[in-house]
T-cell receptor, first 113, second 114 residues
């Protein structure tokens, strides 16, 4: 399976600190997406970055994409306890069938008050 | 807002039973997906459907089948449940007009097979 990989697997920080999560993937992509999953719930889409983009912002989220290294990072600035969740990257590969996403195993983020 | 509703949040079944997991979306999306989620493995695609009565196998279809008789409803069927099918099952949908775009997820069904 052409699965993305997140790094680190788990991250524990204090409120107000920044959290950085990384994602690596294996094949050429149309775009890369980040999702959040609160405990026991479904995934919620956060942000999408296309293969011809290098950086994208949405509120306190900043995503970068380096297609030469096949990697992406998600930065959450000024974290809050409510940011505690698992974060997944998902790639939309160019080959392998349209509308399919390949998900990584996720990073568990814990933000302590 | 798109709403994807999975019929059960928790389900307990016995080995050998036929199990039905139901998913309904209210945004007229053409594409619907079934994933299973296991710790350390992320989400793995079981089946997806891009139209009524159409289905395609994902990465792990063995032991599962699906049914899409109406556009809004996508059912996952475990023909003869086994303990290794204990997992969290997630349904998602997306519009055909945005083939590489975001998917919208339900809250999942945590299925235990005893």
């Amino acid at each position: 399976s052409q699965q993305g990989e997140e790094d680190p697997q788990a991250l524990s920080i204090q409120e107000g600190e920044n959290a950085t999560m990384n994602c690596s993937y294996k094949t050429s992509i149309n775009n890369l997406q980040w999702y959040r999953q609160n405990s026991g719930r479904g995934l919620v889409h956060l942000i999408l970055i296309r293969s011809n983009e290098r950086e994208k912002h949405s509120g306190r989220l900043r995503v970068t994409l380096d297609t030469s290294k096949k990697s992406s990072s998600l930065l959450i600035t000024a974290s809050r306890a409510a940011d505690t969740a698992s974060y997944f990257c998902a790639t939309a590969p160019i080959s392998g069938g349209y509308n399919k996403l390949i998900f990584g195993a996720g990073t568990r983020l814990a933000v302590h008050p | 807002d798109v709403k994807v509703t999975q019929s059960s949040r928790y389900l307990v079944k016995r080995t050998g039973e036929k199990v039905f997991l139901e998913c309904v979306q209210d945004m007229d999306h053409e594409n619907m997906f079934w994933y299973r989620q296991d710790p350390g493995l992320g989400l793995r695609l079981i089946y997806f459907s891009y139209d009524v009565k159409m289905k395609e196998k994902g990465d792990i279809p063995e032991g599962y089948s699906v049914s899409r008789e109406k556009k809004e409803r996508f059912s996952l069927i475990l023909e003869s449940a086994s303990t290794n099918q204990t997992s969290m099952y997630l349904c998602a949908s997306s519009p055909a007009a945005d083939p590489h775009g975001p998917q919208h997820f339900g809250d999942g069904t945590r299925l235990s097979i005893l």
